[in-house]
């Protein structure tokens, strides 16, 4: 460890802090700090941190590292909600410019029905695997002539300069 | 712990919260999300939105409703138009064509990154027979506008390939009915007269180098042939005199690319004032990148993050102050961030995708005919480091290349929804990562963000144009800098130069 204190063991209560939470803040702080990560036991997390050499002296190792993963565990929890109308929005835009026209889903869901957005994201699961499996990845990938163009009729070897 | 953190005491993420990514930015807090939106709220609001109940009659509330961070207010069709529209090149195949013309360089740069040589072999020049090659398979290429950039070395040094590939390039176009760019990335050394009208009659653009005053420039790019500061200064002003914009012909702009060095330190604004003491109305300050010479001679020329923003905070100042006095002058680093951010389009910028443009945004052409992923990659592969390399003008089917695993595998690793850390990143909208760059860095092309320099280039230039954007009277400026393409296309500015 060099110079570098470590700061006494500090729990992370499983219950608020997710494991990949955890893990992800003390990946994203490694050019601040050095983590050590063990299992409380109980599915939280004992954590051990400190400063790396020639990082800001002044900051609160711990502290930092606290609100790293408060932030990393609010990340997670928007993401996990969110993932279904993520992916759905993302696969109509695929399809669309794919050349696929995506269903319209009008303007927006009904503001208050939480079971209706629940439903919605079922349909919408369904309808990414059903339009994932006709779609064509690999359309970047043909040529020129492949994709519909015009074949050049190239100047021919000797004519060119 | 944070007060705005406080949500994560609650069992249930509010309803409210759509997809979105978050970052603290001074004493407000930065909303962004995949569509391109960008909100900025106070800690109150903040707190209020991820944890409290948030007066939904509000003006900022509407306006996250308006920009699809509420959850149960999602235009559907509108977002994922913009998605779309923000990720257009996902679609079309390379654009930008990359032709080394020789590994020849008249000059001897401490941080060249083209892997150039001042040896006189002419083994070191793309030949006719290549070149041919070369524009066959550019041409195959399924897109109706594309860009083919000279690059060396010096490419001046191998002029008779210059022209043959541009009008061999011009020809095709023509019969194949594509729009056709064409840029050369130069030192002006070796620029006469009869060039330059051949360049300018041909619509080919010029980009170059300006490191800054004569002192700072020619201490970083030695000429055995006297000042390059010189040769710079008295070849923009000839193209200024000799071929300015006219009713109904404009002639291609120059161009002007910064290395930033540890010399260049000290002379921010003067080096922005040089750029328009000599006429230019953009620069693109860039780091230096761990290729070639810079590599080895890291120690003695290379800049840390801290000092590289540092710098860069004072070119930009200096460039919005100027704009501000009426002088004409852009940063174009911060110019393609702002098309991003506030355009919802893509500039074009091949290095800053998600996926990267490696191998389906833009090839690489070496002079002998080997293709690579980009001109990263052919830099690696000029120190012994094949790995982007997809095959050879003579014996690769262009569709085996681009369809070659390992472009497959840039566009894995540099896909941000897969990289840990740019996953949950508030620029993740914005930005890309570059294998090339993190297999150079840190030996894998997947890299690792948090000790990533580049990763932390891009947040501090991020962090910083969000904060100018809030400045009132900076915000037009800076408005007027996006979407506003270079001269001889956004691409040339991001590819390493001879």
Known sequence: MNNEVATPEFAL????????????????????????????????????????????????????????????????????????LREYVVTQALLSAAGERPEAQGGGLSKEEDAEIDRLISEVEAEIEAKAARFDPGAAG???????????????????? | MDGALKALSREKLPDHVGPCYFRR????????????????????????????APDKESGWFKGLVDKGFVRDHLDFRGLSSRFARQHSYLWSGPRLHIAVLTSRCNQGCAYCQAGSSLANGKGADMSFDTARKVVEFAFRSPVPEMTIEFQGGEPLLNWETLEFITRYAREFAGTSGRTLRLAVVTNLTLLDDEKLAFLMENRVGVCTSLDGPAAVHDRNRPWFGGSAHASVEHWLKVIAQRYPDEPGRRHPRPNA????????????????????????????????????AARRSWKAIGVAVPEFL????????????????????????AGMLLTKILRNRDPGFTDLRSPCGAGFGQLAYDHDGGVFTCDEGRLLA???EPLLRLGSVFDTPYEDAVQHPTVRACAVASNLEDQPVCAGCAYRPFCGVCPAYNFAAQDTIWGRMPTNDRCAVYQGMFDLIFERLEDERLRPVLESWAGDGAPCGPECAGSAEG
């Open chain 1, 13 to 84: 209560d499983g219950g608020v802090f997710h494991a990949d939470a955890v893990l992800a803040a003390a990946h994203v702080m490694a050019r601040r700090l050095r983590v050590w990560l063990k299992p409380d036991g109980k599915g939280g997390t004992v954590v051990r941190v400190a400063l790396r050499e020639g990082a800001d002296g002044t900051s609160d190792p711990e502290a930092l590292f606290r609100e790293e993963a408060a932030a990393q565990e609010l990340r997670r929890r928007v993401s996990a909600a969110n993932k279904g």
């Open chain 1, 142 to 161: 043909k040529t020129w002539e492949e994709s519909g163009g015009r074949s050049p009729e190239g100047p021919q070897p000797g004519k060119a300069p």
């Open chain 2, 25 to 52: 930015l001074g004493a407000s807090w930065l909303l962004t999300n995949d569509w391109g939106h960008h909100a900025r709220l106070d800690q109150a609001q903040f707190e209020s939105f991820f944890a409290g």
């Open chain 2, 257 to 292: 690319l910064l290395t930033v060095t540890k010399a260049s330190l000290p002379h921010a604004e003067a080096i922005v004032d040089e750029y328009a003491r000599l006429g230019l109305t953009s620069l693109f300050a860039r780091p230096l990148s761990p290729f070639g």
């Open chain 2, 310 to 333: 540092d710098f860069y905070r004072r070119c930009l100042d200096r460039a919005l102050a100027l704009s501000l006095e009426g002088v004409p002058m852009r940063e174009r680093g």
């Open chain 2, 382 to 384: 000029a120190e012994g």
